[in-house]
């Protein structure tokens, strides 16, 4: 699967990760997880969606 740009309500939910959006792709993205792959270390890393990061995730449904 090709890493994308994230989205400006994904560089959000990256944010909330504690991690820095730019330095970022997006590999995958499901309901629960998302699969981001770092630029500068050029790893594959997973991150668990919470329960903090669907309320900013259901603002940007509209």
Same mark, same amino acid.
């Given at each position: 699967?090709?890493? @994308?740009?994230? @989205?400006?309500?994904? =560089? &959000?939910? $990256?944010? !909330?990760? !504690?991690?820095? !959006? *730019? ?7 499901? *309901? !629960? ?5 770092? =630029? =500068? @270390?050029?790893? @594959? $890393?997973?991150?668990y /969606?919470?329960?903090k990061?669907?309320? &900013?995730?259901?603002?940007? /449904?509209?």
């Amino acid at each position: 699967m090709r890493a @994308t740009r994230p @989205t400006r309500r994904q =560089k &959000i939910l $990256i944010s !909330g990760f !504690g991690l820095n !959006g *730019d330095n970022f792709l997006v590999v995958k993205e499901t *309901d !629960g997880t998302m699969e981001l792959y770092n =630029k =500068k @270390t050029r790893k @594959t $890393i997973t991150r668990y /969606k919470k329960e903090k990061n669907y309320e &900013i995730h259901s603002k940007f /449904k509209s």
